[in-house]
């Protein structure tokens, strides 16, 4: 086995104790600085910095200028993400380079936008929404049945933040970012301003004011207009067969004035930062979660340059075979990833597993010191080397 391999596999065991060591800076830490930026939404304002600890570290900065927001990020979180890689998801976190601008007074289209492959929002600490997945049925994008990756039937290895990784170690979330959420103080009180579109409309997370344009109104958890449709999916060769439950975006439909959103998952009315009012999107806890369609045009910083996400398209995958990820049975975890909202992951990676010899999810300095022996362990095939196949768990990329 060749010495450089214990690198970052070491690095990925301990950077999760890093950051969970990690304090925040005095003067009021991320919150804080989030607060002052939403001080400044309306009128725009000064650079805010947010920056939680040294080593791996949360590092977002937004600015508003010339009619534009700009916000450049490392995309790491300033919570503490959940361990990776894990079961459902092989990849490791690591810090990108993102610049996304989007206008300060957007416009509403014609109709609703979709645009695939590309980044829908991005949350207030700099990490990227992501809604869809990139694993279709029968691994072909063609198909048009694209799985969801918070219904529980696909297990694509969401932490307890409702994000996981990307094959070049993008964090990203596919739901409501809870650990942002609990640093803002929550949103049982007031209604929470937690990123923005790339359209440049706020988003926020499901509670807003029963009657949109009464800030003095009693805030509700705003129900989402999409519904699973009736009936069973076509058969194959033509589809996935079943009934429609859920595991494919496309098992759901728009009903409009079913629930409360559009079906940009939006509405109209005022919020604290714009009490004259606005359009604006919410996270809900039901499909589709964070919103699939813009109100407006998006801004192209949010593209991702590549082809949308699917699986035959990516990784040299062709059509054929069961989506990576790990499937589920119905009734397994529950939404928000493993375990459910706050739960353990499922399973440990290989390595976690080899390296921890008394099984008590840490590494202490005799198994640390053990390390080179212990990783033996995973090289299933005997040739004095260990391949991605043997120390990556079995995932998704999502």
């Known amino acids: 086995m060749k010495t450089a391999l214990l690198l970052p596999i070491v690095s990925f065991v301990l950077l999760p104790l890093a950051v969970a060591a990690a304090a925040e800076p005095a003067g009021g830490g991320p919150a804080a600085a989030i607060m002052a930026e939403i001080a400044n939404t309306a009128t725009g304002g000064d650079t805010v910095t947010w920056v939680v600890s040294p080593g791996m570290r949360n590092e977002v900065t937004i600015k508003t ?52 492959g590309w980044w829908w929002g991005v949350a207030l600490n700099g990490v990227p929404f992501e809604p869809g997945t990139g694993e279709t049925w029968n691994n072909d994008p063609r198909s048009g049945w ?25 964090y990203h979330y596919h739901a409501l970012p809870k650990g942002m959420v609990e640093k803002l103080g929550g949103d049982e009180k007031k209604m929470l301003l937690v990123g923005w579109a790339a359209d440049g409309f706020p988003l926020y997370t499901s509670r807003a004011y029963s009657e949109p344009k009464n800030a003095g109104s009693a805030l509700r958890a705003m129900k989402s207009s999409y519904r699973l449709r009736d ?7 033509e589809g996935p067969g079943g009934a429609f439950d859920g595991r494919f975006s496309q098992d759901f439909e728009f009903v409009m004035d079913s629930g409360d959103l559009d079906e940009c998952n939006g509405r109209t009315g005022v919020t604290p930062e714009f009490p004259e009012g606005t359009y604006y999107y919410c996270i809900t806890a039901e499909f589709p979660f964070v919103p699939r369609k813009w109100r ?44 459910g909202p706050g739960g353990r ?22 198994e640390l010191g053990k390390a080179a022996e212990s990783l033996k362990k995973l090289d299933a095939n005997g040739d004095g080397t260990i391949g ?3 120390y990556r768990p079995a995932g998704g990329r999502g």
């Open 65 to 116: 200028a010339e009619g534009y927001r700009t916000v450049t990020s490392n995309g790491w979180p300033d919570h503490e993400p959940g361990q990776f890689p894990r079961r459902g998801n092989p990849n490791t976190p690591t810090g990108q380079q993102y610049k996304f601008r989007m206008p300060l007074a957007p416009k509403a289209a014609e109709a609703p936008v979709f645009r695939g």
């Open 345 to 366: 992951p499922q399973g440990e990676p290989p390595v976690m597993e080899a390296l921890d010899l008394n099984k008590d999810g840490r590494l202490d300095r005799d």
């Open 231 to 237: 009936g069973r999916r076509p058969e194959e060769p």
């Open 146 to 170: 694209r799985y969801e990756a918070a219904t529980g039937f696909l297990n694509l290895g969401l932490d307890e933040h409702n994000a996981h990784v990307q094959p070049n170690g993008s």
């Open 296 to 339: 407006g045009e998006p801004d192209a910083s949010f593209g991702k340059g590549g082809p949308p996400p699917g699986g035959g398209g990516r990784g040299g995958m062709r059509p054929g075979g069961a989506p990576r990820g790990i499937l589920e049975e119905p009734g397994g975890p529950p939404q928000g990833g493993p375990g």
């Open 388 to 390: 991605p196949e043997e």
